[in-house]
């Protein structure tokens, strides 16, 4: 795996913020040629077929994706510094989702010219997962083939994120009447939006996923006002809405605005939730293989897949977004390994 930490090295010392990942592409791609595989391109988007495709056979993607947020202040290393003392490699995107991104690179050239495997595999690398944008697998699912199952690398500790809370954000204002804050006139709008405020943090969602739990909002900003004596007219505040397997974020988005005064926009309804049964062939694998199955509170590109996948990846996922994010070099070597015995022998059908 020693080719493989370098080129994760080599990733985390360029670069890579959404809608800025070019570089790290060209990095990804030239890894690729240097092991003889050919590949396609699309935007910042690459990804390659294994040597001996034969059409009828079912399709397995490997994806992971090659862009970072920005780092939080309170880095304590060079984010871009790569660092790696004993066994840990410390820099963004080393947690989220270089590691993955590597590894599963690592298992796709493993795997690429076997010619008897009893499936079609194909390795892809997106842009824009950090910021669900639509240049990412969103827009590269309209090139690829009928892919009948996808496992998607990100930080799980190699356990199986079977399911996958939906997202969506809500912006939301609540309307009164401006007037002077000395004399009893106005209608303050940012008393009504405490009220509607209220109502959403008390509000249980009826249905509970077994797996991904209860739907879950939370406000997460707020505004009024400019100035200290008006009342203020308007009052705008965000909800992070992550919604189970029961409801459609555009379900979601019906009852709660049935719940409010505020008026409520959503930003987009489009990440909905995710799974994958128990009883499909990759989970029974991975039972199998002594590994365990939860639902994920977190989106990933998982989101805007309309086939079968499941999330497991090198890494947790309380590092991701955070300072001084590191990787175990262990790790990424236990990721390769459990793959590996994943895919080996597996029998999905088309």
Known sequence: MEEYIQLLRTMIQTPSFSKEEEPVARLVRNFLTSKSVTYQVKGMNTWARNKYWEEGKPVILLNSHIDTVKPVKNWTKDPFGAELIDGKLTGLGSNDAGASLVTLLAVFVHFYAS???????MFAASAEEEISGPNGMECLIEELEQIDL??????????????EKGLMVLDCVAHGRAGHAARNEGENALYKAIDDITILRNYKFEKVSE????????ITQIQAGYQHNVVPDNCSFVVDVRTNEFYSNQRACEIIRELVQADVTPRSTRLNSSGIPVAHPIVQRGLSLGRTYYGSPTTSDQAVMPFPSIKIGPGDSARSHTADEYILISEIEHGFETYVALLKDLQITA
Not at 211 to 218: A, D, F, T
């Open 211 to 218: 797996v991904l739990g209860e739907v879950k909002m939370s």
């Open 115 to 121: 010619d008897d495997l009893p499936y079609n595999l």
């Open 150 to 163: 996808a496992i998607v690398g990100e930080p799980t500790q190699m356990q199986m994120a079977i399911a």
